[in-house]
């Protein structure tokens, strides 16, 4: 059973236009959540994080927000720029494990 | 900046070898990590280690096996490869601070024949 979702497995932006890849979640009792960013045959690299005491974090071109009623959060990025074309990826933990859970990741690409 | 290492890049070996999948970080984290992604899926945790010596499996079932003899090493062996053992494995660390982000390797693209 996944736990953390991303239902969008691609998104297709023109540049400068905004990105938002969503991410969806099922166990009420994570409580920080992480975006990472992979290349090609790279490794994955830490993006932009939420505390679930927060309901959004800026960090320039990137925002997260963070619906806990909803179990929701998204990343908007803009403006989205070609070199932002990458897979990304959603994580979450609780407060006892302090385990990442990945979701499956979305495929974005930034259209010049 | 995050360095952390892994070995080899890509490997393509036979049915029933042992392999070992290396990883160095010299960022002095307490805190290492093994996961295995498929194309498409989620990254899965396989191994874990809060410190030397001391592993522990993560929640996917593996047939690898983990040391960690060095703070700097975590090392993933499979003694006997099966193409289902094909896959691309990451290997991360972090620091102590509560929810220090993970820093990752550039994984190890393994292909059993």
């Known amino acids: 059973d996944q736990q953390v979702k991303q239902n969008s497995p691609s998104l297709s932006v023109q540049e400068g236009r905004i990105s938002i890849l969503n991410c969806d979640y099922t166990n009420s009792m994570f409580d920080y959540f992480l975006w990472y960013k992979k290349y090609p045959a790279e490794g994955p690299t830490f993006l932009i994080s939420?505390?679930?005491?927060?309901d959004k974090n800026e960090d320039g071109r990137f925002t997260v927000f963070l619906n806990k009623s909803a179990k929701h959060l998204s990343l908007h990025i803009v403006p989205s720029q070609p070199g932002d074309s990458a897979v990304y990826f959603c994580?979450?933990?609780?407060?006892?494990?302090?385990?990442?859970?990945f979701g499956s990741g979305t495929q974005l690409t930034v259209l010049p | 900046e995050a360095d952390i290492y892994q070995t080899p890049r890509y490997l393509v070996i036979g049915t029933g070898k042992k392999i070992t999948l290396e990883c160095s970080q010299t960022m002095g984290h307490d805190k290492m990590y093994w996961y295995q992604q498929d194309p498409g899926m989620e990254l899965h945790l396989i191994h874990y280690s809060y410190g030397v010596n001391s592993t522990e499996k993560g929640d996917l079932s593996s047939e690898s096996t983990v040391s960690r003899i060095r703070t700097e090493h975590f090392p993933l062996t499979l003694e006997s490869a099966r193409p289902s053992h094909t896959s691309q494995y990451l290997c991360?660390?972090?620091?102590?601070?509560?929810?220090?982000?993970?820093?990752f390797g550039n994984g190890t693209r393994l292909t059993v024949t």
């Open positions: 994580a979450a933990s609780d407060g006892s494990a302090r385990q990442l859970t």
């Open positions: 939420i505390s679930s005491i927060k």
């Open positions: 991360a660390s972090s620091g102590t601070t509560p929810n220090s982000p993970l820093h």
